[in-house]
């Protein structure tokens, strides 16, 4: 079994234990901010995972609705969200290429660091199989709705360093999505060194793990794209 595909399927307190200290400075929601009003938005999140970007939005957006391929990661997002006594959300397993709405429901169509494994996952046809993805974005979108893309260029690095095999992702959605795109720093914050040597090693492999500081950074970038129906 792919190694990202076990961690999300039976390792998703541990996960969170690495995501819950990522973007210590809040360069998130800052950023998001910026690319359309959170105010009375409804949500679609591809990918919630343990809902890292679900608990950002939900406090702030009319609805946010939530989908992730692991019912073991969905569990936590779960957790999290009544624990902070919100009410104005829902989730279910999907894939992200069938998210079972109808057309034109949602204000932003979001996903974190979901769409990128397409390109592992599917190395001989991940065009098309990502492209199906963004369809379905685009299709629960209202006219001046927007698709955001949040995927990582580069954990250990302090300036945008893209994993060599997500390059021509990224060139893609630039060139024949049309995407704008932008970047933040998504430092993580780790309370000693030796918790930043164990999650980053649980996630990222040795090497990482090797690499380990209480501040360890990270460049992500942003795509976004507004769509007209």
């Known amino acids: 079994m792919d190694r990202f595909k076990l961690i999300y399927g039976e390792q998703a307190e541990q996960y969170e234990q690495l995501v819950a200290r990522e973007d210590v400075d809040g360069n998130i929601l800052k950023a998001l901010q910026t690319i359309h009003s959170l105010a009375q938005a409804d949500v679609v999140e591809f990918g919630a995972g343990t809902g890292r970007l679900t608990g950002l939005l939900a406090p702030l957006v009319k609805s946010i609705r939530a989908y992730d391929e692991s019912a073991a990661m969905l569990a936590v997002a779960e957790r999290?969200?009544?624990?902070?006594?919100?009410?104005?959300?829902?989730?279910?397993?999907?894939?992200?290429?069938?998210?079972?709405l109808p057309d034109h429901c949602a204000d932003?169509?979001?996903?974190?660091w979901a769409f990128g494994h397409f390109v592992g996952w599917h190395p001989?046809?991940?065009r098309e199989e990502a492209g199906r993805a963004l369809a379905e974005m685009e299709r629960l979108l209202r006219s001046g709705g927007v698709m955001i893309l949040i995927e990582t260029l580069?954990?250990?690095?302090?300036?945008?360093?893209?994993?060599?095999?997500l390059r021509p992702f990224y060139h893609w959605l630039e060139t024949e999505h049309h995407f704008?795109?932008?970047?933040?720093?998504?430092?993580?914050?780790?309370?000693?060194?030796a918790e930043a040597a164990e999650l980053l090693g649980f996630f990222f492999g040795p090497e990482m793990a090797a690499q380990a500081?209480?501040?360890f950074p990270e460049c992500t970038g942003i795509w976004h794209k507004t769509v007209e129906n």
């Open 154 to 165: 580069g954990t250990g690095f302090e300036t945008p360093t893209p994993p060599e095999q």
């Open 213 to 215: 500081r209480i501040r």
């Open 108 to 112: 932003i169509c979001i996903e974190g």
């Open 180 to 193: 704008a795109h932008t970047w933040i720093r998504t430092d993580y914050q780790f309370a000693s060194l």
């Open 124 to 126: 001989a046809n991940w």
């Open 80 to 100: 999290k969200l009544r624990e902070k006594g919100l009410k104005n959300w829902r989730t279910a397993v999907a894939d992200h290429r069938t998210i079972p």
